[in-house]
């Protein structure tokens, strides 16, 4: 049954490309890339106003070269990437004329947000900016200076309508200047709603409706309606104007995809980190293999959703050899086998227990998680499969039936040497 609901509508036509595109390139960069203890070390460390102005007053990124950026993210197939143009921290990394906290007073002396929207579409890439609506920095939110982010802490806090609206009016500002000043953006990411703090809170209609007329097509996380397991009026049949086009479960891939209350696929992105932090964390080792993060993709894919992978370059502005190196992995693996990523989702198929499959059109692309012992069965698909190929090498997989499979008349069964290497007699070969 489809929804005609205007709203849902619209998110169905402008959120065309990104369920195509299925794996973007998070960015998580800003002035706690020096502490290197991930991007929460000034909330969780306690860490004050004049302390944490020490970062500033070095953040000298010398080697940032989003150019690189950019080709390590397409070489690896990315299609997209969202940079932190603020961070909780409030530190912006572009040049707003709301505050003087921004890069192009620091050593730095860049639009760094600016190169970065360059560097990305230059490589074809689409482009997103991640905003904070917290912000520990301005002086009219409610967790300035040495209080501390309410979900981190068990302090009260209150709320002064009259300051907050001054803050909200920075943060419509800022939002503002990005639509306008930046070009054509992709995706709007904000981050996040927790307790009272969420939509009108943000004043998020009159937020939403200036973010449609400066760019109708763009689209926007959930999270300014709702963060976690709440997940807001996306997941209803009449979401609000800024319930989001997109869900954005966060290091977790859903187990069943993300769908509605009613069962109907709603589209989403996973975020999750490369090791275990999103800033840089200089002592942070644990790394997921290129082995788990492809099979990650391909599962976000198998439920139609996207995948967001995290880098966390360094105060210099590199993006940390580890993390290039797995990149490079990921890129030579969807080099050859892209064509089960893109344009893929959720088979007609129910998930075999060898691996996963994806499928576009009549197209069923089967990873295989594991080494497999004689052929691959493709449950319930006996007589429905037309031939069956490697994608990496283009080469025939011989399509047939063991003698052993008797008893599963329903299946095919697909194998990956040559007939001949087989024990059991095969019945077209004499
Ligand atoms: C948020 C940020 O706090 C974090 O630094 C990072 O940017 C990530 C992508 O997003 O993390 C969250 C957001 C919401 C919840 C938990 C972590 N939540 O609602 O529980």
Known sequence: MTNHHPIIQERTERTQWFLQDRFGMFIHWGLYAIPARGEWVRSVERISVEDYQTYYDEFDPVRYDPKAWARAAKQAGMKYAVLTAKHHDGFCLFDSALTAYKSTNTRAGRDLVREFLEAFRAEGL???????????HHEDYPAYGDRIHPMRDNESYTRNPETFDRYLQYMHGQVKELLTNYGKLDIMWFDFSYDQMK???????????????LQPHIIV????DASGEEGGSIFTNNPLSYSGDFASPEQIIPP?????????????????TLNNNWGYAAQDFQYKSPTTVIRKLVECVSKNGNLLLNVG?????????????ILTEIGDWIQKNGNSIYGCGQSDWPKPEWGRYT????????????????????????????KARLLSDGSELFLGRPWSAAQYPNDAFVSFARPEHFSYPMPDKR
């Open 359 to 386: 499928q576009k059109g009549n197209l069923l692309y089967a990873h295989l998680f594991e080494e497999s012992v004689g052929p691959i069965n493709l449950n319930g698909l006996a007589g429905k499969v037309k």
């Open 126 to 136: 689409k482009v997103g900016l991640y905003y904070s609506l917290i912000d520990w």
């Open 199 to 213: 939509g009108e809170t943000w004043k998020a209609t009159e937020l939403m409706t200036t973010i449609r007329s």
């Open 313 to 325: 370059p360094n105060t210099l502005g590199e993006i940390p050899k580890e993390t290039l190196d």
């Open 256 to 272: 069943q995809g993300v769908t509605d209350h009613e069962g109907n696929p709603i589209p989403w992105e996973a975020c999750i």
């Open 221 to 224: 996380d959930n999270r300014l």
